[in-house]
């Protein structure tokens, strides 16, 4: 008799992927600029640490939301007690408002049609949850982040089936990529649910564009399925195209209370627009009252406790506050962007032109051996053990072409960032020299080998000569 379950003895939990793996490499021997100067510098992180001034500055500015007091008076007793699992009334009111201020206030979003969720993870799984049964499937775009293979897939039995998006146009949605998709679930006898989009990409940092965005919704229209936008780095668009919200097009297309209205469903977080991934604080918004019910109960699993909902309610209140974080906070994110494509550029790598995000989608090709999938992770474990730095491969996110990389630049400092672009430098100037040395060396034996041809051709003639005069 089996002592545990099949769920815990499993191996579809997906996180022996190579993403995983080197954050567990990192871990072993971290880079510390005293401690450890020649560590592995995390660069697998989409963590944003550039705006942690401007919290800190508003938390000593505002010692009642820090210190759990109301007028100077505790309220740490009704804090700590018990919270009914529908979340205090005041922060996801907070919460909506700073939703629609991210998206320039073109769209409303109502507080009761919120389900709060212990980050972005337990948001994906419990859309899962409520929107398929064990088996069904959900079509995703690639390359896509790789812990929705354990998001979306784990506890649920739920399938993906992707979208295969090339770089031929940037890594676009297309109609015909959308149909191949969902014809290939079919063979594979999946029913599909639904498709899953980030907006903007997680690993390829660029906003969804409003086409891609009005095929979506066509798409899912005509098959009679749903739409999860996951919008977590909404806030991070820091040049244009800006960001658009599926919720503005639905909005444009007059969609409002159709079917198709209650068929798209919004996922967000302050873990990256507010850098607050400790907190785990995530949100489900759907205008299907039976999805925000079902969520809502679910989400008894996952509570955001009623002390950080507190502290946030108060910060996200603060209207001058937001509207001067977010600003501020996108340009630090456009020049830290910045200083990572022009490092990578002086070391003879490009990236796919981006946006958003706290990440590039960094295209190393041309340093692989061959073009393959083996040939990639080569090139990563050379990366990570040599070069000492841990980067994402394109294969963890499903990428379909070899030689893509995620390369994250906002949790470090900026003499950390100059640090790592002089360590891939390096390595690609050593490659280099490695390899033109080889090839010298193949030319130079080449000529010796044809030299000595030559001269056994030479001495061969010489002797049929002779021989012959002999006879």
């Known amino acids: 008799m089996k002592l545990l379950s099949r769920k815990a003895t499993c191996n579809s939990h997906g996180q022996d992927s190579s993403y995983f793996l080197g954050w567990q490499e990192y871990e072993k021997n971290p880079y510390d600029e005293v401690r450890n100067p020649t560590g592995i510098i995390q660069m697998g992180l989409a963590e944003s640490q550039l705006s942690f001034d401007l919290l800190e500055s508003w938390l000593a500015e505002n010692p009642d939301a820090s210190g759990f007091t109301r007028n100077g008076e505790s309220i740490f007793r009704e804090l700590a007690l018990f919270q009914d699992y529908h979340g205090l009334p005041a922060f996801k009111k907070?919460?909506?408002?700073?939703?629609?201020?991210?998206?320039?206030?073109?769209?409303?979003?109502?507080?009761?049609?919120?389900?709060?969720?212990?980050?972005?993870?337990?948001?994906?799984?419990?859309?899962?949850?409520?929107?398929?049964?064990?088996?069904?499937?959900?079509?995703?775009?690639?390359?896509?982040?790789?812990?929705?293979?354990?998001?979306?897939?784990?506890?649920?039995?739920?399938?993906?089936?992707?979208?295969?998006?090339?770089?031929?146009?940037?890594?676009?949605?297309t109609e015909s990529a959308l149909e191949d998709a969902y014809q290939l679930a079919r063979k594979q006898n999946l029913r599909v649910k639904g498709v899953l989009v980030t907006n903007p990409s997680n690993p390829l940092g660029t906003a969804v564009s409003r086409p891609e965005l009005n095929l979506l919704l066509s798409f899912i229209s005509a098959k009679n399925i749903h739409l999860i936008s996951d919008e977590i780095y909404s806030g991070t668009v820091f040049s244009s195209p800006s960001f658009v919200s599926v919720m503005e097009v639905l909005l444009e297309r007059n969609l409002a209370n159709t079917q198709v209205w209650n068929r798209v469903h919004l996922v967000y977080s302050l873990s990256k627009?507010?850098?607050?991934?400790?907190?785990?604080?995530?949100?489900?918004?759907?205008?299907?009252?039976?999805v925000v019910a079902a969520a809502t109960k679910m989400s008894s699993f996952g509570l955001v406790s009623s002390q950080t909902q507190y502290l946030l309610s108060a910060m996200l209140a603060d209207k001058k506050f937001t509207k001067h974080y977010i600003f501020e906070n996108q340009v630090r994110l456009q020049k830290r962007h910045a200083m990572l494509v022009r490092g990578l550029k002086n070391a003879g790598i490009s990236c796919l032109d981006s946006n958003a995000g706290l990440f590039c989608w960094v295209d190393m090709r041309h340093l692989l051996t061959s073009k393959s999938f083996d040939a990639e992770m080569e090139l990563w474990k050379k990366i990570v053990y040599q070069v000492g730095l841990n980067i994402s491969p394109g294969s963890s996110c499903h990428c379909a072409e070899p030689g893509w990389f995620r390369v994250c630049f906002a949790n470090m400092s900026e003499e950390t960032l100059d640090l790592a672009m002089q360590r891939i430098k390096d390595f690609v100037v050593s490659t280099a020299t490695k390899s033109s040395n080889t090839g010298r060396s193949h030319h130079l034996s080449s000529k010796y080998s044809a030299r000595k041809s030559l001269s056994k051709w030479v001495f061969r003639l010489s002797f049929h000569h002779d021989s012959e005069n002999e006879r």
Do not use: H
């Not at 109502?110 to 948001?123: I, Q, W």
């Not at 398929?132 to 790789?146: D, K």
């Not at 627009?273 to 039976?290: K, Q």
């Open 273 to 290: 627009d507010l850098g607050l991934p400790g907190f785990r604080v995530g949100a489900i918004y759907s205008n299907n009252n039976t």
């Open 94 to 173: 907070a919460l909506a408002e700073f939703m629609e201020e991210i998206r320039g206030n073109k769209v409303t979003f109502d507080p009761r049609n919120l389900v709060l969720t212990a980050g972005a993870t337990s948001a994906n799984e419990t859309l899962a949850f409520c929107l398929a049964e064990p088996g069904e499937a959900f079509l995703l775009p690639t390359p896509y982040y790789p812990g929705f293979d354990r998001d979306l897939k784990w506890r649920t039995g739920v399938e993906i089936v992707p979208i295969q998006c090339t770089s031929s146009n940037g890594f676009r949605i």
